[in-house]
């Protein structure tokens, strides 16, 4: 028996409060979010991670980082900030001041020494507007060696073999179709596709679950977690 996948799209932090309530079976999560569902399980062995530059999480700025003393948070990622957080300590040895954002005018800014944490769409265009652009995704890869995942399938149900059989088949359909993706989320200046198939990895190996793990670790650190 085939099962019906009702897919459905919203953002990382209603996804998680949808799984905390229910609503939803399964849900792709920010990694940093995964430690504050309870009963959360990883689901299959596809997510969206990066093993070296990604280009789409990144802190830009007109200075050095040397000379860069605060740091402005894009809203929109808990798990971005915390790797940031995490990399400014340990990788750079810097002692910031973090400023949180509520909207996309803090780009505005980002000037002088101060920079900023910019992630998705709006870092892609913006590698051309600022001298100077730290990934993040390849600072934590020059830091511990490995891959970085930012989010992973969730539930908090036990889930039957058929069902997880015809999930992974789901996920598979989805990246056989990345070049049709790549047409529809089509940015100025950007090369999408080499974006989809070239910077983001898709399925989670060993060294992307080891990856995984160290940062869950670091998280419970409130130094690189915030708040």
């Keep these: 028996m085939t099962n019906i996948i009702e897919l459905s799209f919203d953002y990382p932090a209603r996804l998680v409060e949808q799984l905390k309530i229910g609503t939803i079976d399964v849900g792709l999560i920010p990694v940093a979010a ?27 700025s007109h200075c050095p980082m040397e000379q860069i003393e605060v740091i402005l948070l894009d809203y929109q990622s808990r798990t971005s900030v915390a790797l940031a957080r995490f990399l400014l300590r340990n990788h750079w040895k810097k002692n910031v ?12 800014e980002i ?49 039957s073999p058929s ?43 060993a060294q992307m679950q080891e990856g995984l793990q160290l940062f869950l670790n670091n998280l419970e650190d409130p130094a690189c977690a915030g708040d």
Excluded at 35 to 44: E, M, S, Y
Excluded at 97 to 108: C, H, I, K, V
Excluded at 187 to 196: H, K, N, Q, R
């Design 34 to 60: 995964i430690n504050r569902i309870p009963g959360a399980k990883v689901v299959g062995r596809h997510g969206i991670a990066a093993d070296g530059a990604v280009g789409s999480v990144a802190l830009f």
């Design 97 to 108: 001041r973090f400023l949180a954002s509520q909207g996309d005018e803090y780009m505005n």
């Design 111 to 159: 000037r002088g020494k101060t920079g900023g944490l910019i992630i998705g769409d709006r870092a892609l265009v913006s590698a051309s507007k600022f001298p100077y652009m730290y990934d993040l995704a390849s600072a934590w890869k020059q830091h511990t060696g490995l891959p970085f995942v930012f989010a992973v399938w969730v539930t908090t149900l036990e889930l």
């Design 163 to 205: 069902f997880l059989m015809d999930f992974e088949r789901a996920n598979e359909i989805g990246l056989n179709r990345i070049g049709m993706l790549a047409e529809e989320w089509a940015l100025p200046g950007v090369d999408m596709l080499s974006y989809f198939k070239d910077k983001i990895r898709y399925e989670l190996d």
